[in-house]
């Protein structure tokens, strides 16, 4: 399940640079091309201070 | 994707109940793992699906999400961007970067997207272009001159009118090589430079440019071919405000 979603995010836009470690997502490696939170909050917070969207990918690791 | 969401990992054997919720209220019935949703800062859901998904149809939710018009700057927020956007470019005009700065600053207490946050984005982009080539200008008059006074003031001024920029971090920097510089001319005009002091000094700033300051160069020698492509810095003013 994660797999198809990394492919997808892959497909959706270049890896940012830097930071990419901070906030990987916690079961597979985008390279960096979102930012991943692990809680609402934190992730809404962030969305908010930089007038973005909150992509939730609601899953299991395998 | 980057540009238009942050991610959230949510793990679906574990789930905190307000995204739990959040699924269930707009993914009625849905089975197929995983769950995807786009929603605003604020909980409103824009789009999303369950299962499967190719790129292709991938590409076509995360566009409508992108469209949504939960992004786009308010009226009020528009008028109070295109008043700063006024005041930036008149100031940019007179090469007066603090209040570009501060302008853009301003504009960062306020989110949705628009043409003025655009036209901000470009003005700040002079601005760091600016500072860009100041610094530059500062390396290089800290290396081919024995007082470090020219130098010093470029470096005070950028650091002045990019005030919490990474340019005036940079700046800064600057200033403390100067500071170590200013010694060794002392040192080396009384004829008591200890050997491999410019060496020395140049390591501490090493991966920066200011570890070159430790070197001298003439005045007429040729500046190495920049690696990133050169912006417009030819039609910023420099100087004044």
């Known amino acids: 399940m994660r797999t198809s979603i990394l492919v997808l995010l892959l497909c959706g836009g270049a890896a940012m640079a830097g930071n990419a470690e901070k906030f990987k997502h916690p079961h597979f490696a985008d390279g960096g091309v979102i930012r991943w939170y692990t809680t609402l909050a934190e992730a809404q917070a962030v969305a908010k201070k930089e007038g973005k969207l909150v992509f939730i990918e609601y899953g299991r690791e395998q | ?241």
Not at chain 2, 27 to 39: H, M, Q, R, Y
Not at chain 2, 118 to 147: F, I, N, V, Y
Not at chain 2, 200 to 210: I, V
Not at chain 2, 212 to 241: L, R, T, V
Request: proline content about 3%.
């Open chain 2, 1 to 241: 994707m980057g540009n238009l969401a942050i991610g959230l990992a949510a793990d679906c054997d574990n789930p905190e109940r307000e995204v739990q919720q959040i699924m269930r209220a707009n993914l009625p019935g849905a089975t197929g793992l995983p769950f995807v949703g786009f929603i605003t800062h604020d909980g409103k859901w824009v789009e999303g699906y369950s299962g499967f998904k190719n790129s292709g149809d991938f590409q076509v939710v995360m566009e409508k999400a992108d469209k949504t018009p939960y992004l786009q700057a308010s009226k009020a927020t528009r008028k109070k961007l295109a008043g700063i956007v006024k005041r930036a470019d008149k100031a940019a005009a007179k090469g007066d970067w603090k209040t570009v700065v501060r302008g853009a600053k301003d504009a960062a207490k306020t989110t949705g997207r628009c043409p003025e946050r655009k036209q901000l984005a470009a003005l700040m982009s002079k601005a760091h272009a600016w500072a860009g080539a100041e610094l530059k200008r500062a390396l290089k008059l800290a290396r081919t001159s024995d007082d470090v006074a020219e130098s010093r003031k470029v470096l005070m001024n950028v650091k002045k009118r990019l005030a919490g920029e990474p340019d005036a971090d940079d700046a800064a920097a600057g200033l403390k090589a100067l500071r170590q510089l200013a010694k060794i001319h002392k040192l080396e005009a009384a004829g008591k430079a200890p050997e491999g002091i410019r060496e020395k000094s140049a390591a501490k700033f090493k991966d920066t440019r200011w570890a070159a300051a430790f070197s001298k160069a003439d005045a007429d020698e040729e500046e190495e071919p920049e690696e990133e492509e050169e912006s417009d810095e030819s039609e910023i003013e420099i100087g004044g405000g």
